[in-house]
């Protein structure tokens, strides 16, 4: 079996900017990500989805460690100073490498 490394990276924000940060993906040069909705607790209080105004959602991106990186830093310039948010990079080791 065929493995190659790529970069996962993990975005756990609020749900209100959901459609922007598609949107700004999708500038970045994004292809692909899975968007799961998400709950717990951090500096920001506890984020229990219990209604819409606190609603968290965590976004996983697999890709070159380049566009990881890029993403990452665009996302911490934009939104780091009014959102709830954030993020990590983890090696992955993926098959169907074209995918990514």
Same mark, same amino acid.
């Not at 700004?24 to 692909?32: A, L, P, R």
């Not at 998400?38 to 229990?48: F, I």
């Not at 890709?63 to 934009?78: E, G, I």
């Given at each position: 079996?065929? &493995?190659?490394?790529?970069? !996962? !990276? ?10 922007? !940060? ?39 991106? &697999?890709?070159?460690?380049? !566009?990881?990186?890029? &993403? ?21 080791? &993926? ?6």
């Amino acid at each position: 079996m065929a &493995v190659e490394m790529r970069k !996962l !990276l993990t975005v756990i924000t609020e749900a209100s900017i959901e459609r922007q !940060l598609i949107k700004d993906f999708q500038q970045w040069g994004v292809t692909g990500y899975t968007i799961t909705d998400a709950r717990g607790k951090g500096s920001r209080g506890v984020r229990d989805a219990g209604w819409d105004v606190s609603a968290n959602i965590r976004i996983e991106i &697999v890709c070159n460690d380049a !566009l990881a990186h890029q &993403v990452a830093d665009n996302m911490r310039k934009k939104y780091y100073d009014n959102y709830a948010m954030i993020t990590y990079i983890a090696d992955v080791e &993926v098959m169907r490498s074209e995918k990514f």
